[in-house]
């Protein structure tokens, strides 16, 4: 069939779409959130698509299609799996009917994620398949077999690209689909009910089927001989986007050796790994996060020497490149091996042009650092100013959460003095301020944290009577990921109209008693509402309720009346919103003035609020006036 | 983004293999964001995603400073294409560590034998959109990349909303047009 462009989440969509899924669910979370919305955009007939409140929700219900007989896929990130860890361990036990297949993207860096944790390893803990594709093209295979997998055992499947799979691009060939797989309903049975004698048994087939599993999963582990004939004296074992490094650099160096490719390595593939082995007289693992392959390697080699992570010859943390990769190679193997025959340029033969003779490299001058930062005319950025400005001068501690807001720690803002995981701001909150009364106790959470695992957290402070103020920065979307929607916005996965839950009600019921709501960017209604909130006792709650910039029409953006402008940089050290900086004025001499960027800004007016001489004006305003301009 | 893709399109109706690769993100919150697009004849020969440093034949740059950050990746004889209007960082806005674009324009004319340098500002105005400065550098690096204007616009065609289509046109044919004013 046709070759079409994809990226490595849309290959694992349209992989399932292919294996006749009929039920998906996920949670946002990066890497893994395109591989949903591309199901939500292409809405095929028959599939249901949703947004679950959580991962452990998403599981749920996909076990559920399972055990009727629908095939399943559930989406998340490697922390998602944390929290879908309770269902999916017992999962295994109880078995599933319609395959059911489950993406947890992990992170290596990590680039957008609390933690570098390994699927790999959940998956040897958990005792369960774990299918690792190296490349988009080989997602949308291995998503398609892992639904088979699923099938022929009865159990769930783990799928884990990282980020460079799930975000990387390539030609991937459609194969003929398999018609959708209509389920075939429940049937009753007391398989499905999980007692302590039932898993005794499972887990006795769990153990047993092991070997029976590694030879199903033989197709996804290969052994390749590179570069010529004569008998390879070099071994790399790798795995996942380790491989497409691996074999880079080899093809680089024009190295000849042997490649263990393994793309299923739970249970590990101990009868290849010895045929790998077999000759060999080193062997370098490449694999980014946990040493897994090498683990699993380790008491086959018989005195072989192993180089990895454990001897630090491949780094402990991070993401990897074909470049480390090399120049691992370059201090196991011995020169006359690299360069031997037919070598292609190596790395030493390609030359950047920056640094060449030409030009010093001293003289390179350094780019601008560009952290991550909220948005201009974010909502967040208002709450936190608000409440910055509210409980100056007293002792406050303010927890934060995962989500866009989790930016405001940066300066000017330094909001956030905590954060852990998902929901956690407001349970830290009750503990910190046990132990620190003195505080007052702020925890910040976003609308889609707060229906994730922020309402438990929530009743537990009521219940056990805590002394805190809960603020829900509800900007109606989840913007972090990209604006997903979720409960409260009153708009299903696939666009349709959803029942719109009320963050306010769900907090009164309970048990919240003081809720109040403010617009952030009335800066002087939400410092006030924040007093009014402090000068309370027990729980209480904000919610600041303002748009996502990313789903609200901007409004017109502001300018500076730089007549007006005394250069005292209040609306820049204040807010640090990036429309907002300072440039010498040619009309004036030169004179530092503060410029705002039109294209960025948003006109949100937080800026014009604060400015002690009142010159920044809607942009109309002032073109009126005359003013404007540098 | 899209700009890696269109180039990775182009490759494949030309029946090549391509891959690109991605950072997702970052861009709206004031990250700086780097694609590699690159294709072959067999997909064997690119295994990675990944352009390794002192490799890639172009380098297009959307903001000159940006430009300069990513020129390790350029090889000894490469090409470049990049804006020359520069984009503050809030944050060294903050610090009072502000670089003028043109320092990196300077630098670039030095550092890069073959610069093709664009007016980003100056085309987005004249095409009525910020949102097509890709195109409009693409338009400006279609010979080196050495697609014709009929290859792009057919890749176009496949990944754009027909509403798009002729705004974003209208930016690859200006692109096209600087270059040969900036040479
Ligand atoms: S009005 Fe001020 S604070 Fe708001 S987006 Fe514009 S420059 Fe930034
Ligand atoms: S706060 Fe007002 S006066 Fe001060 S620098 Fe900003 S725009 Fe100028």
């Known amino acids: 069939m046709e070759h079409i462009l994809l990226m490595g989440n849309e290959a694992v969509a349209y992989g399932a779409i292919d294996a006749g899924v009929s039920f998906v669910s996920g949670y946002p979370g990066t890497p893994s959130t395109e591989a949903l919305e591309t199901v939500a955009r292409l809405k095929p007939d028959g599939v249901h698509v949703e947004w679950s409140v959580n991962e452990k929700v998403a599981l749920e219900a996909a076990a559920g299609a399972s055990y009727a007989g629908a095939r399943a896929l559930v989406t998340m990130k490697q922390v998602g799996l944390n929290v879908a860890s309770d269902p999916l361990m017992s999962l295994n036990y109880v078995g599933v009917k319609g395959g059911l297949v489950i993406l947890s993207a992990d992170d290596p860096g990590p680039i957008s994620s609390q933690t570098e944790q390994d699927t790999r390893r959940f998956a040897q803990f958990a005792r369960l398949p774990v299918l690792d594709p190296s490349s988009p093209e080989e997602a949308y295979a291995m998503t398609r077999a892992a639904f088979e997998l699923s099938e022929l055992f009865r159990v769930p499947v783990l799928l884990r690209p990282t980020t460079r799979v799930c975000h990387a691009c390539s030609a991937v060939e459609r194969m003929e689909p398999t018609p959708l797989v209509k389920p075939s309903g429940f049937v009753k049975g007391k398989e499905w009910v999980i007692f302590p004698r039932l898993s005794y048994e499972a887990k006795k087939r769990i153990v047993a089927r092991e070997p029976e599993l590694a030879e199903a999963q033989r197709p996804f582990n290969k052994i390749d001989e590179i570069n010529g004939d004569t008998p390879a004296l070099i071994g790399v074992a790798c795995g996942g986007i380790g491989s497409a490094y691996a074999r880079e650099a080899i093809l680089n160096l024009g190295l000849r050796c042997r490649i263990l490719q393994i793309g299923a390595p739970n249970p590990f593939p101990e009868a290849m790994a010895a045929e790998f082995i077999d000759g060999l007289e080193c062997v370098l693992v490449v694999e980014e996060l946990d040493p897994v392959i090498e683990d699993g390697l380790r008491p086959l080699m018989n005195g072989i020497p192993l180089h990895g992570k454990r001897d630090g010859v491949i780094l402990v943390a991070g993401e990897l490149s074909a470049a480390i990769v090399e120049s691992a190679l370059r201090t196991i193997v011995p020169v006359r091996a690299i360069n031997g025959g037919g070598a292609k340029e190596s790395a030493s033969a390609r030359k950047p042009i920056a640094g060449s003779e030409d030009v010093d490299s001293a003289e390179r001058p350094v780019p601008p650092v560009r952290p991550p930062v909220l948005c201009a005319g974010c909502p967040h950025r208002a709450s936190f100013y608000a409440v910055k400005r509210a409980a100056k001068g007293r002792k406050a501690i303010f927890c934060g959460d995962i989500g866009c807001y989790t930016l405001g720690n940066a300066p000017p803002l330094d909001m956030v003095d905590t954060c852990l995981c998902m929901g956690a701001g407001v349970t830290v909150a009750q503990g910190l301020k046990q132990a620190d009364p003195e505080a007052y106790c702020f925890a910040f959470i976003g609308d889609s944290t707060f229906f994730h695992s922020g309402m438990t957290g929530v009743l537990n402070a009521v219940y056990n009577r805590a002394d805190m103020i809960v603020v829900v920065l509800d900007n109606r979307t989840t913007g972090m990921t990209g604006r997903q929607p979720h409960p409260g916005t009153g708009e299903s996965a696939v666009g349709e109209s959803a029942p719109e839950a009320s963050i306010e009600a769900i907090l009164r019921a309970l048990g919240v008693a003081s809720v109040r709501r403010a617009n952030p960017f009335d800066v002087e209604e939400a410092i006030e509402t924040t007093h009014e909130a402090m000068d309370e006792k027990g729980v209480r709650a904000i919610v600041f309720e303002a748009p996502c910039i990313a789903v609200a029409k901007p409004g017109k953006p502001m300018s500076i009346d730089i007549a007006r402008c005394a250069g005292c940089q209040v609306c820049v050290k204040a807010l640090g919103c990036p429309a907002l900086s300072f440039q010498p004025s040619p009309k004036y001499e030169g004179r530092i003035v503060a410029h705002i960027n039109t294209a960025l800004c948003t006109g949100c007016g937080l800026c014009a609020q604060i400015c002690p001489t009142e010159c920044i004006q809607p942009i109309d305003l002032l073109c009126g006036s005359g003013g404007g301009g540098l | ?183």
């Open chain 2, 1 to 183: 983004m899209l700009a890696s893709r269109l180039i990775a399109q182009c490759a494949m109706d030309r029946g090549a293999f391509a891959r690109t690769a991605e950072t997702i993100g970052m861009a709206q919150r004031g990250g700086s964001v780097v694609s590699h697009v690159r294709w072959c004849n067999e997909a064997a020969a690119i295994p990675s995603p990944l352009i390794s440093l002192g490799s890639a034949d172009i380098l297009i740059g959307f903001e000159p400073g940006e430009a300069v950050r990513c020129l390790p990746y350029l090889k000894a004889g490469g090409a470049a294409v990049v804006s020359v209007n520069g984009i503050t960082s809030a944050v060294a806005s903050l610090s009072g560590r502000q670089v003028e674009a043109s320092v990196f324009v300077e630098y670039l004319r030095k550092a890069v034998p073959q610069l093709i340098l664009i007016d980003g500002a100056a085309i987005a105005e004249k095409v009525g959109s910020a949102k097509t400065l890709n195109m409009a550098l693409l338009g400006a690096a279609a010979d080196l990349l050495g697609f014709s204007a009929e290859t792009m616009l057919d890749a176009l065609r496949k990944r754009l909303s027909p509403r798009l289509i002729e705004l974003n046109k209208r930016a690859l044919e200006e692109g096209a047009m600087a270059k040969e004013a900036s040479i």
